[in-house]
């Protein structure tokens, strides 16, 4: 065994896609934290399909550092975060003795709340009439229409946006609505991905055959969410 002669290690974790402009995306958020952070002791894992995987990640620096904190790039507590990442962290801290921590997610309304409610305010059309429709994973393990709706519906009202939509469950109606506005429409989708992959390059392709559109960028391409996860990761 080593001497652990570094302090701490920061890994974050992604849930991995095929998409390789997905992990481009990610391995350039990991060095933009890196650079902010102005240290060496940022790395990365992901949960499935990419390398390296969450246990390889913490079996290759347990040793070097003394404490490992691990910052998950997701949402919402659906599977991966429950089954993948927390069940993962306990196992290390209690079988491997690994002095690790789980840093606490993001969240939609604690934390990106004023973020992308400007973001949306500057997509918004004031001659037109403004809907919102969002696009995000799937979870069996959350009711992510209830999570998400509360978000929507404070974003709308604070922003006088009268009507938003899920892109999959509402699809048909929204189709409709965009038919029969036309151009009296102006359509602004906020897709809930930390980076561009196989979902948000869907969410692009589905809506690309209509007028009016306004899309968010993935949520790790605007510079106040690096910063926002740069200061859980300082605190």
């Known amino acids: 065994m080593t001497n652990k002669d570094h302090a701490k290690a920061i890994i974050l974790c992604a849930h991995g896609s095929k998409e390789k402009k997905y992990e481009e995306d990610f391995l350039e958020l990991t060095q933009k934290v890196k650079n902010k952070i102005k240290k060496n002791n940022v790395f990365h894992c992901f949960v499935e399909t990419n390398r390296p995987l969450i246990k390889d990640c ?11 904190y691990l ?5 919402f507590d659906g599977y991966h975060m429950i089954k993948d990442i927390k069940q993962e962290v306990e196992y290390q801290k209690k079988n491997k003795k690994v002095n690790i921590k789980l840093v606490k997610r993001l969240s939609l309304k604690e934390d990106l709340f ?7 305010s500057k997509k918004i059309h004031k001659g037109k009439e403004n809907i919102l429709i969002v696009s995000s994973s799937k979870s069996s393990k959350v009711n992510l229409r209830k999570e998400i709706g509360a ?11 009268k009507k938003f939509f899920f892109a999959d469950s509402d699809y048909l109606m929204v189709d409709s609505l965009i ?3 036309g151009d009296k429409l102006n359509v ?3 897709p809930i991905f930390f980076f561009e992959g196989f979902l948000y390059k869907m969410i692009l392709k589905k809506f690309e055959k209509y007028k009016n559109i306004k899309t968010l960028r993935p949520i790790s391409q605007y510079e106040k969410v690096i910063d926002l996860i740069v200061h859980k990761l300082e605190t």
């Open 151 to 161: 978000y929507l519906k404070e974003i709308c009202n604070q922003l006088g946006i």
């Open 71 to 75: 910052f998950p790039l997701m949402f």
């Open 179 to 181: 038919k029969s506005k």
């Open 188 to 190: 602004i989708i906020h």
């Open 114 to 120: 004023d973020i992308f409610k400007e973001e949306v």
């Open 58 to 68: 913490i079996e290759s620096l347990w040793q070097r550092y003394k404490n490992i």
